[in-house]
């Protein structure tokens, strides 16, 4: 059983960083898959902010975070991490870890948001930007 816990959330003034991370257990066929994270602001739907593809580590990000949000992949401890900067009080809401296969006719970002059998999503971790 895959599972991914998130680290790192918390929170932050405008213009701060964080790092968040994301353990993946039992996840051992990585290499034809995405994995990224994804945001949920209260009263919003989830939405996917920033992919890499664990084949070639090519990154992915959803123009709102584009240059300040940098996704990274330690494949030798299994971990994803998302660095933070220039963070702004729009970017507060719950983080979450996922990993999902490419799918034909979709973006990382958008393949990471498929909700069934073959993508793993974790529980969250808070991100609070005060302005």
Known sequence: QVQLQESGGGSVQ???S???SCLASEFTTTR???MGWLRQAPGKEREAVA???????DTYYADSVKGR????????????YLQMDSLK???TGR???A???AREGMSGLQSLLVRDARTFWGRGTQVTVSS
Do not use: M
């Open 18 to 20: 964080l790092r968040l």
């Open 14 to 16: 405008a213009r701060g």
């Open 95 to 97: 983080y979450y870890c």
């Open 32 to 34: 034809y898959y995405y």
């Open 51 to 57: 992919a890499i593809w664990l084949s070639d580590l």
């Open 69 to 80: 949000f940098t996704i990274s992949h330690d494949s030798a401890k299994n971990t994803l």
């Open 99 to 101: 990993a999902a296969p």
């Open 89 to 91: 009080s729009e970017d």
